[in-house]
């Protein structure tokens, strides 16, 4: 019972330290990631906005990050991050990398969502005076909704596990209790205590995300 006492305020103050940065950190970079899906989508070649040279540029600056590990990309970016918010450390020094790290990650998995819409309607509006912003915002963005709730389960999901290695750093949250406690004092305990915690809160986010792209396919 003294066991349990002693890890519980741990565990709560880590999963909320979790829970903030990936709320935070999810807001911030789906506000980065959809419109550059978006742009993503449109600007390559035969579709609304054609343009080569924004498209290529793009794509490449996504690909280039998201093929850097979380934690190779949170080092290598410390400079920019103290730049930000004025520290590296923390979860205030987490948060940068986060954004920088799934930002791109939501846009390539919008444009992937986006690309899946019918063409054929697009066409079909284009044919009928829609402006740009009306057949992004009304056919593209709503036809696309269920693989949007996919993306940003999956989105998150990823998140999470970025925030366990943030620990590194120093940023709380269930990844630094894992470190400090379950690895560096080899406490069996709360290694698989976070262990557990972090696969239910993963599950709880997968179900939760499939439950709402089913009912929104209904919708559509």
């Known amino acids: 019972m003294d066991r349990l006492d002693e890890l519980l305020p741990l565990f709560t103050l880590s999963f909320y330290e979790t829970t ?15 419109p550059l899906g978006v742009l993503l989508v449109i ?23 998201r093929s850097l590990p979380f934690i190779i990309l949170m080092l290598a970016i410390i400079p920019f991050t ?13 948060i940068v990398p986060l954004i920088v790290y799934i930002a791109p990650y939501i846009a390539r998995l919008l444009e992937t969502a986006l690309l899946e819409v019918d063409y054929g309607i697009i066409e079909a509006y284009r044919g009928m005076g829609a402006s740009r912003i009306q057949i992004v915002k009304r056919i593209l963005i709503r036809e696309a909704r269920p693989g949007i709730i996919l993306c940003m389960t999956i989105a998150m999901i990823g998140l999470i596990g970025a925030t366990a290695m943030a620990g590194v750093i120093g940023a709380g949250g269930l990844g630094d209790l894992a470190l400090r ?12 205590g976070t262990v557990f915690i972090l696969i239910v809160l993963v599950q709880i986010v997968q179900s939760i995300g499939n439950y709402t792209a089913k009912k929104l396919k209904k919708t559509v």
């Not at 103290?82 to 987490?94: C, D, F, K, P």
């Open 20 to 34: 903030l940065m990936v709320v935070i950190s999810l807001a911030i970079a789906t506000i980065i990631g959809i």
């Open 43 to 65: 600007s390559r070649p035969n579709h609304l906005a054609p343009n080569k040279w924004l498209f290529h540029s793009l794509n490449t600056i996504i690909n280039i990050i």
């Open 82 to 94: 103290e730049l930000i918010v004025g520290t590296s450390i923390g979860i205030q020094g987490a």
């Open 181 to 192: 406690y379950g690895y560096q004092q080899w406490d069996l305990t709360v290694m698989f």
